[in-house]
Every structure is written in structure tokens, then in C-alpha cells.
């Protein structure tokens, strides 16, 4: 765990600049001297206090939607970018109703999921703590009654060392069947898919109709089209011939 150095209140030596100190070891190139004192006194006292550095982390979110008769599958990559200490739990949390399916990740030891009114929260558990860029795949389904339309939130980091978080978000076209934006809050559409950071897992870019750029509390409502039947004028055969070959 990553840790700090400062001087602590017992000290009676005297600080001095570290370029006026003398470097009496050598140290590797990725080290550095971080204090120098000095003192005229044998009874000269150095006294440091160690704390741990907390993490600092951003976070950028790509979610895509595909509508079901039934359901929306939500397929998300979470890319975090941590710096100065380790982070070996995580909490995520899904709009309410929302339903894990799956969820991948490299170092995974595991994850658990407990349910709330304001939506589940996921907590992925690492088996050690991870610096540098972190990825978190998963998908998870909100359910859609047939004929109404289904309302989409945002997928939310919880964890106050994560103190930036973008969000894109895209819509996937149908095999079968007709799904329309509603109404939408706090996106912004993209011209071309192209812009996307990054695809999640098992989507592919030909497969998307829209795409936007999302603020936090995005939200968007899907509707499938009413099809209406009109029945044509009635058509009338004045002649048919039928003939039958036999060979």
C-alpha cells in the first residue's frame, strides 16, 4: 500500500533544502530524497509520521442498450484510470430493477450483489489491489412490460475515490421488431460511432443505430411503435384458368 512521508511533531533537528543536503548514498533512478535535516546537537530528534495515500481514480463508462419483448440488456465496460495507491474493492450501482447477468474482470477473486431500493449495489472484490487502468465488463437486464415503454438510468460508480466518471452510451439495433427514443435526458448524439472510446465486450460497431455522449443522471425512454393493420379495397378476379399437365 502506498504510503506517506511527513515530518512529524517530535523533531528538533532543522530542515534544509534538499539541493544544499549532501547525498551521501546513491539511489536508484526511480528514488528520490524526500527530507534533509540537519542538526547541531547530539540530542538532535527526527520524528516522521506515516499515513496511507489515498487513491485517486477516473472512470469512463460505455453502456449499450438492446431492447427485448420482455427486457433490456444493458452491456457496460467501466475503464478506471488509478493513481497513487491501490484499489481492491469496488461499488457499482445499477438503476433500479435491474437484474446482474454477468460481470468480468482481470484479477476477479469475486463480487457481491445487495439489493436496495435506489437500485442493487455491486461490490467487485480484486485479489489485490490494482494501480494503473483497471477493466470491469458487465451486463445486466431491466425488465419491459410488453406495449409500455422502458425507462433507462445510468449505471453509477459509488466510491468517492473515483472523483471523474464520463459516460457514452449507444443503442442497439434490432434483429426484429421497431424500438424509438421517447424521451431522453442529458445526452448528446454522436455523428459517428467512431468518437466511442471503446466498444464492451461482445458488441460490435455496425451493430449500433445511435450513440451518445451521456452527463451523469442520463436517462432515456424506449417505446416499440404501434403497428396498425388498414385493410385496401377489395380486389375482384373476373377470369381464372387452371390447366394441369400430367407428364
Known amino acids: 500500500r502506498a504510503l506517506t512521508l511527513s515530518q512529524g511533531a517530535g523533531t528538533t533537528m532543522q530542515g534544509i533544502p534538499l539541493e544544499r543536503a549532501p547525498a551521501w548514498v546513491q539511489l536508484e533512478p526511480s528514488e528520490d530524497y524526500r527530507f534533509a535535516f540537519r542538526s547541531s546537537k547530539p540530542e538532535g530528534k527526527l520524528s516522521l509520521a506515516i499515513t496511507p495515500r489515498e487513491s485517486l481514480g477516473a472512470c469512463t463508462i460505455v453502456s449499450f442498450l438492446r431492447a427485448a419483448e420482455d427486457h433490456i440488456l444493458v452491456n457496460a465496460r467501466c475503464r478506471f484510470r488509478i493513481e497513487q495507491a491501490g484499489i481492491e474493492r469496488l461499488d457499482l450501482r445499477l438503476p433500479v430493477g435491474a437484474r446482474l447477468v454477468d460481470l468480468q474482470a482481470r484479477n476477479l477473486r469475486g463480487h457481491e450483489v445487495l439489493e436496495r431500493p435506489g437500485g442493487p449495489r455491486v461490490t467487485v472484490i480484486l485479489q489485490s489491489p490494482v494501480c494503473g487502468e483497471l ?14 415503454d422502458a425507462v433507462v438510468g445510468p449505471l453509477e460508480i459509488e466510491d468517492r475515490r473515483i472523483q471523474r466518471v464520463e459516460h457514452f452510451v449507444g443503442l442497439l439495433q434490432l434483429e426484429r421488431g421497431l424500438v424509438a427514443i421517447a424521451a431522453q435526458k442529458g445526452l448528446k448524439k454522436l455523428d459517428d460511432t467512431e468518437r466511442l472510446p471503446y466498444l464492451p465486450v461482445d458488441v460490435s460497431g455496425g451493430a449500433l443505430s445511435q450513440v ?7 436517462s432515456l425512454t424506449l417505446r416499440q411503435p404501434d403497428v396498425a393493420a388498414e385493410a385496401g379495397q377489395d380486389a375482384e378476379i373476373a ?3 387452371l390447366k394441369t399437365v400430367v407428364a
Open 135 to 148: 477493466t470491469i465488463d458487465l451486463a445486466y437486464r431491466l425488465p419491459r412490460d410488453p406495449g409500455q
Open 239 to 241: 377470369l381464372a384458368v
Open 212 to 218: 451518445f455522449v451521456a452527463e451523469p443522471q442520463w
